[in-house]
């Protein structure tokens, strides 16, 4: 990683005193997620089963990520630096001077494709980190149990005006430490025209379950659909994933959101979902399904605030309900 940074950063300069009449373009966007997850307390304070907006009966910071990008027509460099629980929780694994990093990396940018090396927003599923690019402010599970960012090189080539393709080599499931490299390879397929967006994405590569001593292979496939009318806006994931001996391990889930703006500045969603993991390799429990609803009220063109209720259902737990309070900053 400090080599691909240490190129970046010869390019960068160079790049910059050799095209004048191409000179790197700098723009600046950020979000601040706060938010306050209201629910009967347990021994961990926290949802157990997200990352996102997870902690229980306490004002927090989400994610305060800041993007900064430089680009011109062949070239583009991105750093985005981040704090809040998010980072916290999910970057715990990494050495302590990497918790910070959302997205960092170079990009090589040609007619129709690019390729880029670094660490990426992971391409899996229909939702991000940032609430404020998707439906529902809580994440689904769906997301929740997917790499949160990958590490590696990534091509991208642009097929049509509708059709898009993309190719990740990446470490692992979720890893920027190379010290123990574990080569893994995805794809995503993007199609998109009028108020249609679909997606295909796939990932193979050798991972180690806890209680598990030897490295196994691990697949995933997701497809997701997006379709927009009117005020409307209806959403559908579901992905299956495999690993272990003759791929006896199974899991998977599905689940479906819609949204409506009753107002300009008023949206209401809701979402149902369901996810089965008989091996219990992501969950602790084999069966997991939720119901949520929320409202969004836009107080101006950079500021939201809402309220969404979700209720949890197990074996071990017939009803678990929270109430999520938040507000979204985003420039």
């Not at 989400?62 to 630096?81: D, G, H, I, Q, R």
């Not at 107002?263 to 390799?281: A, C, N, Q």
Request: net charge positive.
């Amino acid at each position: 990683m400090k080599f691909l940074f240490f190129i970046g950063s010869f390019a960068f300069f160079f790049n910059g005193y050799s095209a004048e009449k191409d000179t790197l373009r700098f723009q600046l966007h950020g979000l601040i997620d706060g938010y306050s997850t209201l629910g009967k307390t347990n021994e961990i304070g926290k949802i157990p089963y997200l990352v996102s907006s997870s902690n229980l009966n306490t004002f927090q910071i989400n994610l305060n990520v800041m993007e900064f990008t430089w680009e011109n027509s062949k070239w583009k460099y991105a750093l985005s630096p981040a704090y809040g629980t998010y980072m916290q929780q999910n970057y715990a694994a990494e050495k302590w001077y990497k918790r910070w990093i959302y997205e960092a990396y170079v990009q090589r940018k040609f007619n129709k494709s690019s390729i880029a090396a670094g660490v990426f927003s992971s391409p899996y599923t229909q939702e991000t980190p940032k609430s404020v690019d998707q439906i529902s402010y809580s994440r689904s599970l769906a997301p929740e149990y997917v790499p949160y960012y990958i590490s590696g090189l990534k091509y991208n080539r642009t097929i049509n005006s509708s059709w898009s393709l993309s190719l990740f080599a990446t470490n692992g499931w979720q890893k920027m430490d190379y010290s123990q490299l574990s080569p893994s390879f995805g794809s995503l397929v993007e199609f998109k025209k009028g108020n249609v967006k679909l997606n295909w994405s796939t990932y193979v590569g050798r991972e180690k379950p806890l209680l598990v001593k030897e490295l196994q292979t691990r697949m995933l496939s997701e497809w997701n659909v997006q379709y927009s009318f009117g005020k409307w806006i209806i959403q559908s994931c579901a992905f299956i994933g495999t690993q272990g001996m003759n791929f006896s391990r199974n899991w998977g889930q599905i689940n479906a959101q819609l949204s409506c703006s009753v107002k300009v500045k008023t949206k209401i969603y809701g979402r149902l979902e369901y996810f089965s993991d008989p091996s219990s390799l992501q969950l602790s429990m084999e069966k997991l399904a939720s119901e949520s609803l929320g409202v969004n009220y836009a107080l101006s063109d950079v500021m939201n605030i809402g309220t969404e209720f979700r209720c949890f259902h197990s074996e071990k737990k017939a009803f678990e309900p929270y109430q999520f309070l938040f507000f979204q900053l985003k420039f």
